[in-house]
Structures are given as C-alpha cells and as structure tokens.
C-alpha cells in the first residue's frame, strides 16, 4: 500500500484525485485479501465504492474528462460500473449455463461495477484484459506445481484489483487502439 501510495502521490501530487484513488485502491487492496481468504467480497466494501467513485468521478477534478461537462462525467463512471457489472453478469450466466456451475460470484461483479465507476469503461476493458491475463497465468502455474486442480476455484478479484491498477496508472496512454483519458 506503501508504494501504491507513492506512485499515486507521484501522478496525481496531493488532491481530490489522489484522495479518492488512494480510497479506492485500499478497498481493492481490502476486498483482494478478504477474497483470497474466504472467496467473498463483502458489499460493505464494494458498494459504497460504486456510490463513491460515481460521485468523485463525476464531480472531482483531476479524475478524468476534466474537459467534459459534468453529465459526460456522469455518464461514464455510471456507464464504467453497468458495463463492468454486465461483464461480469453475463461470464456467470454462461459459466452456469456451459459448466452447471458457478463461475463467477456476485462480489466479483460488484467489484467490477466498483472499478468502473472510478475508472470508466475503457478502465473496465483495461481491467478486464489484465485481471484475465494474470489470473489465467497465476492458476495455470498453481496447476503446474500441484496446488491447484483445473477444478478447484480461484478468487478472481485480487486479479480484477491487479487489473485495476495497472488500468489507473496507465491512464492518458493508448491501449488496444483506446486512449484512455
């Protein structure tokens, strides 16, 4: 938390931002050991967090869009946290529907919401692609080494977290042919 804290520092000096993003990587960081524990993430954390970072994006400076109108803010911390919990939703119901499982849990698509409302949605894609990349890495070398069975579960939200915070400090560069502002 120590060096997330200095890289926030660094990118956004002392400000609204760097107050609501340093809030918001503590519940990722939160939400990401209490999965990792119990494979939960409680709705203490993570709704606030929506309500949070909808409000912080659409009326704090220096988060993003600073050149837009408050509706255009609005709209995409709103539109970040509908599209990250319909991601989410939708792996679950096909994962119910292909495997007569679950796949994912409904903290991970509260979390999600959560990430889109302080990221937007291109912050969503970026999480998405990174959290998958790293989690699929991180379970197939656990099922390498015998620790892990292709059947057993994985807490995906610490690797939505990770996801999450490469997505914010990554901002302001293009990636997947977005720029992300």
């Known amino acids: 938390m120590g060096l997330l804290t200095f890289l926030l520092y660094k990118k956004f000096s002392i400000s609204f931002a760097f107050l609501f993003y340093f809030i918001f990587i503590f ?19 993570d709704i ?12 704090c400076a220096g988060m993003f869009m600073d050149n837009f109108s408050t509706l255009t803010r609005f709209l995409y911390s709103f539109g970040g946290a509908v599209l990250g919990a319909g991601i989410i939703g939708l792996l679950a119901l096909a994962g119910k529907v292909i495997w007569k499982k679950e796949a994912m849990g409904m903290g991970d698509l ?12 291109h912050g969503v894609l ?16 656990l099922i390498l080494l015998k620790k ?26 293009y990636f997947l042919g977005f720029f992300i502002s």
């Open 110 to 121: 509260k979390l999600l919401a959560m990430i889109g409302a302080f990221l937007g949605w």
């Open 48 to 59: 606030p967090g929506i309500f949070l970072g909808i409000i912080a994006c659409t009326f």
């Open 126 to 141: 970026i999480t998405m692609f990174f959290g998958s990349l790293l989690g699929t890495v991180f379970s197939l070398v």
């Open 27 to 45: 519940a990722l960081l939160i939400a990401s050991m209490i999965d990792w524990d119990t494979y939960l993430i409680p709705d203490s954390i």
């Open 148 to 173: 892990k069975t292709m059947e057993d579960y994985v807490p995906f939200g610490p690797y939505l977290s990770l996801g999450a915070v490469i997505a914010l400090f990554f901002k302001g560069f």
